[in-house]
């Protein structure tokens, strides 16, 4: 339980005394009924040592003797009402809370957070009231509405309100909430003005709740899409960041390598071990963690390809299906060298504390913070990769020899070295989409056989060698697949999508994009 609330300041204005005795006997003895009577009306005119009992309750750190009440933390106990040290009788027994109880004090320490001073605090007692609006608090929030100086706190707290109006024996009040929460937008108020239509008799209250659902569900269905359109681009941001480096390994190279998920899955373990030495050496500087992690997924998976193209691929070019094979067993020797490095067992990579949250858009949706940044990361890698390859030379001499071998020969291009800097760039690239993908869950040696398949429908369905077409690829695949999704089921959408893209490539072979020129063979 929180005990910060022990040294809050609150600004209860005129209504605010001292907690008494009785009080504290009230709130400490008896039945549950007559125990929440007295917290209602203590919650309704509390001050900060009314707020301390109160903690202490929900602490279980309240006992009482011979008709007394004391509040022992450390082994010493105090005075309730005055908050000075006394003795604890030898025969004092523990206040006992139930779950209603618990309950009731839970919700009575979130109203009271309603007075802090600090924005955060007052927003997040404001999100725990709208759970479970209560009349009996009815006097608290409207003081705290009429003393909120932020004005999205204090629209929120009108909608609390409203809900908490809803139960109210006054026709004229279950009225105007109706019509008041009509402004909200979420999905927790449309539960809430469905169950009370359930009990409503009242014609007149009944239609204005009926009036207030068609419009709550007129709002939350177009934050429905937003968050199914936005799930897509999250979706297809991933899908671009692990296909990207595929565009290079088989769009430009066509070498089909069936251990680039492997290669993925090393730059998010390369991000695990970059976490496991900021946690020892620089607890301090955790929160750039991931910055670090980057250059260390990058140079880790680019070794490793440059490995795999000096010792395996070289000796293979123009026999794709051996190619296949043996990069098929490769990745099967690379998950087994992870478990034997790492366990079989998923490990678990932490969000920095500013990629934790999301940003609130409307009642339903909601925006991480790590999807965000994940999706601003892909299109980073895209701008990088489009750049290199379009404006450097080591671009040049990659576009040279995927479009005419002999010839970059003859000019002079060392065709064996330049295969081994691009094989290591795309494998590079792979190991950033295993960095971003360790963002959004756990870190495992089967991690790149989730994403495989997939990467190779999107490069196929862009266009082979089309870094444009595997932009369109990525990102409609995952907004459609998000859609269907919401319509047909997971599962479903799955086949739906792979019969779309089967139907699509017997109609244009060639993917959205054509390559252009005179020759395109590797």
């Known amino acids: 339980m929180l005990r910060l609330l022990i040294s809050l300041s609150f600004v209860l204005a005129g209504a605010a005394h001292a907690l008494t005795l009785d009080e504290a006997k009230a709130l400490a003895l008896g039945e549950s009924d007559a125990r929440i009577e007295a917290l209602n009306k203590a919650v309704a005119a509390a001050d900060d040592r009314t707020a301390a009992f109160l903690q202490a309750l929900a602490d279980d750190a309240v006992k009482t003797a011979g008709g007394q009440v004391f509040i022992v933390r450390d082994e010493k106990a105090s005075d309730p009402v005055s908050g000075a040290p006394v003795a604890l009788p030898a025969d004092a027994e523990d206040v006992i809370n139930n779950n209603r109880m618990r309950g009731e004090l839970d919700s ?42 932020n004005a999205a706190i204090r629209a929120q707290l009108g909608l609390v309100r409203a809900a ?36 409503e008799s009242d014609p007149q209250v009944r239609s204005a709740l009926q009036a207030s659902v068609r419009s709550l569900d007129a709002s939350l269905v177009w934050g429905e899409r937003a968050a199914a ?52 050496y620089l607890p301090g500087a955790f929160d750039w963690y991931l910055p670090a992690a980057l250059p260390v997924a990058f140079g880790a998976s680019a070794l490793m390809g440059a490995v795999l193209e000096r010792g395996v691929i070289r000796f293979l070019y123009g026999r794709p299906l051996e190619t296949l094979l043996a990069t098929w067993g490769i990745s099967l020797m690379l998950m087994q060298l992870v478990r034997s490095v790492f366990g079989a067992q998923n490990v678990a990579v932490e969000n920095p504390r500013w990629m934790s949250g999301g940003v609130v858009l409307l009642g339903n949706l909601q925006l991480p913070w790590n999807r965000i940044v994940i999706v601003a ?29 002999p010839i970059a020969s003859c000019m002079g ?21 295993g960095c971003a993908l360790s963002q959004i869950g756990n870190v495992g040696p089967d991690l790149g056989q989730a994403y495989i398949v997939d990467s190779f429908m999107v490069v196929v369905l862009g266009g082979v060698g089309q870094l444009a077409g595997t932009v369109y690829a990525a990102l409609g695949l995952g907004v459609l697949n998000k859609f269907i999704e919401g319509w047909a089921g997971a599962v479903l959408a799955k086949i739906a999508v792979l019969v779309l893209i089967v139907v699509f490539i017997q109609k244009r072979p060639q993917g959205l994009f054509a390559v252009k020129g005179r020759s395109a063979e590797a």
């Open 164 to 199: 908490a109006l809803l139960s109210s024996s006054d026709r004229a009040r279950r009225l105007e909430a109706a019509q008041a929460l009509t402004a909200s937008r979420s999905p927790a108020t449309r539960n809430l003005l469905l169950q009370r239509l359930q009990d």
């Open 377 to 405: 990361f892909a299109f980073a890698v895209l701008g990088g990769m489009a750049f290199l390859i379009a404006r450097t030379r080591l671009g040049l001499f990659v576009r040279g020899v995927t479009q005419n071998r």
């Open 108 to 149: 009575a320490l979130a109203a009271l957070k309603l007075f802090s001073k600090d924005e955060k605090l007052r927003a997040a007692a404001v999100a725990e009231l709208q759970k479970e609006p209560d009349e009996s608090k009815l006097a608290l929030i409207e003081k705290a509405h009429a003393a909120e100086t």
């Open 229 to 280: 359109l936005f799930s897509g681009i999250s979706l297809g941001s991933i899908l671009l960041l692990v296909a990207l480096g595929l565009a290079i390994t088989y769009g430009l190279m066509g070498v089909i390598n069936m251990a680039h998920g492997e290669l993925m899955m090393i730059g998010a373990y390369a991000t695990y071990v970059v976490q496991g030495l900021f946690q020892k």
């Open 413 to 433: 291009v060392n065709t064996a070295r330049v295969d081994t800097y691009a094989f290591a760039l795309g494998s590079g690239i792979a190991g950033l989409a």
